[in-house]
């Protein structure tokens, strides 16, 4: 196993260093590399990561089910009603408003987006049921 010895002043790396460019004719040949590189307080001294992928395996090899397609545009739906209802200055205080009361409950959404996504998400589930 190959050993990555990093710089001092990097303290993580996460993510993909290289990436498969698919629209290339040479695709098949190329790899996408993976780093993953972490300080903790460990008793494994071996904190680092590299991984190779090659492009078989991000080809999709099954068929996308209508399920699939349904849960697609449902997410496209909902993303954009979020981002519209964000940028609608009517709606923003009492949007801002009816979060804050709600954050601190037991079941309440911490964050604007969130809470934005789950009116959004209740509003086209009760519109498309």
């Not at 590189?37 to 090899?61: F, K, Q």
């Amino acid at each position: 196993m190959a050993k990555v010895e990093w710089a001092d002043a990097i303290k993580t790396v996460s993510g993909a260093l290289t990436k498969i460019n698919k629209k290339s004719q040479h695709a098949g040949d190329q790899k996408m590399i993976l780093a993953t590189h972490r300080v903790a307080e460990t008793t494994n001294p071996d904190c680092s990561r590299i991984y190779m992928r090659g492009l078989s395996s991000v080809t999709r090899s099954t068929p996308v089910l209508a399920d699939e397609l349904k849960r697609r545009s449902r997410f496209a739906a909902v993303s954009a009603a979020v981002a519209e209802r964000a940028q609608d200055l009517s709606r923003v205080a009492n949007d801002t408003a009816a979060f804050k009361a709600q954050k601190d409950q037991p079941n309440g959404k911490k964050t604007m987006k969130a809470y934005l996504w789950s009116l959004e998400l209740a509003t086209y589930d009760a519109n498309h049921a």
